[in-house]
């Protein structure tokens, strides 16, 4: 018996495991079976007797992609929204108000679902020898998380520092937000150096760099 088979939809192609397949073992939904699509991404399968005869509706497509653009006045209600879910030493409207009149070009939000899912703010700093952006503050929404939203805001943000000449990324994180942390590692940041009662806590903050490779 087949392991996998291939349902087209749209123009998109999913390599689907077969729900009867013991050796791929795949995780049961109550509907039907997990299936494994491109990108990592799962649809489920369901209402389907045999695995071999599906119909385009019995395949629920993956969730659209957010669509990432440069944050305006009229956002800022919905960001201070989303700060003040994710931070502690929140900032304030005006702060966001400012950073859109001083960044206009380096802070973005990520729209999904008909609203703000998530925001990125950045700036360029020149040292003299070096221009280099930084992640000034960076949040996505609970119930956006684990959609690959937060890599997307980091990655447009990156691109944009390199279209302004930048040749790195550098953001503060704090020593305790391991998961955090983690995620920018994947990005290709590294810890350079560390901040002593950086936060109003008095918390330390690391400070990770990424340096762009043309």
Sequence with gaps: ???FFL???GA???IIKDPHCTTANPV?????ATLIVRGGQQVILHNTKDPFMIRSHDVIP???QP???RAGPADVDAIYALELEAFVDAWDKV???EALSYYPTTFFVAASEGQVAGFIVGALEDTGENIYGHICNFAVGSRFQRQGIGRALVIRLEHQFALEMATGSQLEVRESNAPAQRFYRRLGYENVFQVG???KNGEDALVMMKWFRF
Excluded: D, E, K
């Excluded at 049961?28 to 039907?32: D, E, K, S, V």
């Design 7 to 9: 349902i087209n939809w």
């Design 197 to 199: 009662g950086y936060y």
């Design 62 to 64: 993956p969730a659209a």
């Design 67 to 69: 669509l990432i653009r």
């Design 28 to 32: 049961q939904t109550g509907r039907g």
């Design 95 to 97: 702060t966001f108000s």
């Design 12 to 14: 998109v192609t999913y």
């Design 1 to 3: 018996m087949r392991a």
